[in-house]
C-alpha cells in the first residue's frame, strides 16, 4: 500500500473533531499534514502507525493514531471506521482490533525499530508477545489496550516533545521500588527529528505498564458509596456519617497515607529545591491569567472571579508576609491528581498517569510544585463525586435539592478529612497549616475543571461551577 496522502487527511479532518481523546475541539482544525507513516503489519487488515500534525490557529500538535486497513469491516469495528478510499478499502482506528494490537505488543517483545519507531523493553524484562490488546472501555485523554491481564499499554493521542512525564515518573518511583505504582515493562518512542522534537530527544508514544485485573478505580468506589449516602432513609435527621452502608472514609484516609508515600518517593527519587524569590508572585499570576483565560471563555464562571481573585492574593500574601517565613519545598508531583488516577488493588492503592493536565503544555506539565497541589486536585475530588450524581437533575422541589445538597456536602466534607488526617498521618505537609495555600489550588483547580468541562464534556460544566459557588462564596 503507498504511504496514505492527502484523500486520508481529508477524511481525519471530519473525524479527529468527533474524538473523545482529541483536545482540540474548541477550535476549527486548519490543517493536517502527516508528519509520519509507518507500516507496521502488512496485508488484510493492515496497521500503520500514524503521526498527524493538526494545525489550530497559531499552533501544531502533534497526534498519534493506528491506522487499520480492510477490505471488508466487520461490524463490530463499524463504531471506529474513519472512511472508505478506492484502492485502500476502509480506514479505521485500528485500536479497537485486537488482529492489529497484537504486532505492538511483538514488536515490544523483539525490541525492534522499524522506520522512525522504537520499541522497547525495560532493563531485565521479557515481553510475553502472545496476547491481544482490547482498549479500557474508559472515557481517557488517551487510549490504554489491555493485553489478557498481564499488560496495559497507553498509547499517547497527543504527543508532547521529549519523554513523557508518565514514562520518567513511572520508571523512575518502579526503579526505586515504590510499591504505588504499577510496574514499567516496556515503552515505544519516536526518533527526534521527525516532527516532535525537543533537543534531539526520542518522544514518547506508549507505556507498557504491569496491569492490575482485580483493581477498581477509585472514581466507581467513591460513586458507590455516594449513592449508598443518598439513598439512606431521610427520616427526622441527617444520616449519620459512618452509618452509611459503603462508608469510604477508610478507604480515603488509607489513600491520603499512600499519597504522602507517593510524594516521599517522588522527592527521593527527582529532589526537592526551595521556591525561588518570586515564585509565589509567578503562581498566583499565572492563577490569575488561566481565571482571565476561562471567564472570557465560559460567561458563567465570571460572578464568582472577583472572589477567586483575592483567594490568590491572600496564598500570595499567606506565603510571603512574614519575612523570615522559610521558602516553600518544590518538588515532582502528581500533577492531575483525582479519583480516577488511583486504583484500590488487594495491596492497597496504586497511582496512574503521572502526566499533569493535558491542557498544559509540557514544561509547565513536569514543573516542580508543591505537594498540596495533588492533595487540592483529590479534595476537589472528593467534591466532584459528591455533586456529580445531582448536577443537572430534577432533585424535585427546593427543600428536596437543599437536603440532597446538604448530604453532598456532608459527604464530601466527611472524606477529605479522612483522605487528609491519612496524608498527615503519614508525613504529608499539613493541609491546615497551609490553609490559603491549598485553597487558592483548589480554586485553581476548579477553573481548570471548568475550561475542562466546557471542551470535553458540556453537561458536567455544572459540576465544578456549583462547587465554585461554594468554595468561593
Ligand atoms: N496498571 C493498570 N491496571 C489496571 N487498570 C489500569 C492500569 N492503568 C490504567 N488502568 C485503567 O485505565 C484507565 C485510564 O488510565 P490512565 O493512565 O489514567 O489514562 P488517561 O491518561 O487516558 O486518563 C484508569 O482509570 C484505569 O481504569
Ligand atoms: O484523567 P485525565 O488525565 O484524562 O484527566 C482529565 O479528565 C478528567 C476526567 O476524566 C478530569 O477530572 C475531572 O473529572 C473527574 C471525574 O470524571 C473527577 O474525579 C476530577 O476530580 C475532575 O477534575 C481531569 O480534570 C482532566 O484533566
Known amino acids: 500500500m503507498q504511504p496514505p496522502g492527502h484523500s486520508v487527511v481529508r477524511l481525519l479532518e471530519g473525524w479527529l473533531p468527533r474524538q473523545r481523546w482529541f483536545g482540540g475541539k474548541h477550535i476549527p482544525i ?43 469491516l466487520p461490524d463490530r469495528l463499524r463504531p471506529h471506521a474513519i472512511g472508505r478510499l478506492p484502492g485502500l478499502g476502509h480506514l479505521y482506528d485500528a485500536a479497537h482490533d485486537p488482529e492489529l494490537t497484537r504486532p505492538l505488543l511483538e514488536h515490544l517483545a523483539g525490541q525492534t525499530t522499524i522506520g522512525p519507531l522504537r520499541f522497547r523493553a525495560a532493563p531485565g524484562v521479557e515481553i510475553q508477545a502472545d496476547l491481544d490488546g482490547v482498549p479500557v472501555s474508559a472515557e481517557q485523554s488517551n487510549t490504554s489496550l489491555i493485553y489478557g491481564c498481564t499488560y496495559i499499554c497507553k498509547l499517547f493521542r497527543r504527543l ?125 499570576q499565572g492563577m490569575a491569567e488561566q481565571l482571565d483565560q476561562v471567564g472570557a471563555a465560559v460567561p458563567a464562571l465570571r460572578p464568582h472571579a472577583p472572589a477567586i481573585r483575592a483567594a490568590f492574593e491572600r496564598a500570595g500574601a499567606a506565603a510571603t508576609g512574614a519575612a523570615d517565613a522559610p521558602p516553600l519545598p518544590l518538588q515532582r508531583v502528581h500533577g492531575d491528581y483525582h479519583l480516577g488516577q488511583v486504583l484500590r488493588t488487594g495491596a492497597g492503592w496504586v497511582v496512574l498517569d503521572f502526566e499533569g493536565e493535558p491542557a498544559r503544555p509540557p514544561a509547565e506539565r513536569r514543573a516542580l510544585a508543591h505537594p498540596l497541589r495533588d492533595v487540592a486536585g483529590m479534595l476537589r475530588s472528593f467534591d466532584y463525586a459528591a455533586r456529580f450524581l445531582l ?83
Not at 500534525?53 to 502533534?62: E, F, G, I, K
Not at 483548589?442 to 455544572?462: F, G, I, M, Q, T
Request: hydrophobic content about 40%; charged content about 20%; overall charge negative.
Open 30 to 72: 486548519d490543517g493536517i499534514t502527516i508528519g509520519t507513516a509507518t507500516e507496521l503489519h502488512p496485508g488484510d487488515p493492515a496497521l500503520h502507525h500514524l503521526v498527524l500534525d493538526v494545525r489550530q490557529q497559531t499552533s501544531t500538535d502533534h497526534y498519534q493514531l493506528l491506522l487499520g486497513t480492510r477490505r471488508n
Open 160 to 284: 508532547s516533545p521529549g519523554v513523557n512525564p508518565d514514562l520518567e515518573v513511572n520508571l523512575a518511583l518502579t526503579r526505586a521500588g515504590c510499591v504505588h505504582v504499577p510496574a514499567v515493562r516496556g515503552w515505544i518512542e519516536l526518533e527526534p527529528d521527525h516532527g516532535v522534537n525537543a533537543d534531539g530527544e526520542p518522544a514518547t508514544l506508549a507505556l507498557l505498564s504491569e496491569f492490575m485485573p482485580t483493581a477498581t478505580d477509585g472514581w466507581s468506589l467513591a460513586l458507590t458509596s455516594v449513592r449508598d449516602w443518598y439513598a439512606q432513609p431521610a427520616g427526622a435527621s441527617e444520616p449519620v456519617p459512618g452509618a452509611a452502608g459503603g462508608d469510604f472514609a477508610g478507604e480515603a484516609e488509607r489513600l491520603g497515607a499512600a499519597t504522602a508515600q507517593v510524594h516521599r518517593d517522588l522527592a527521593a527519587a527527582f529532589g526537592v529545591t526551595p521556591a525561588p524569590a518570586g515564585q509565589m508572585r509567578a503562581l498566583v
Open 391 to 473: 448536577a443537572g437533575e430534577d432533585a424535585g422541589p427546593p427543600e428536596a435539592a437543599d437536603a440532597l445538597e446538604r448530604r453532598a456536602q456532608a459527604w464530601a466534607e466527611r472524606n477529605r478529612d479522612a483522605f487528609c488526617a491519612g496524608y498527615v498521618g503519614n508525613g504529608g505537609a499539613d493541609p491546615a497549616a497551609h490553609a490559603a495555600l491549598l485553597r487558592a489550588f483548589e480554586l485553581d483547580k476548579a477553573v481548570y475543571e471548568v475550561r475542562y468541562e466546557a471542551r470535553n464534556r458540556p453537561s458536567w460544566v455544572n459540576v465544578p461551577l456549583r462547587s465554585l459557588a461554594y468554595l468561593a462564596g
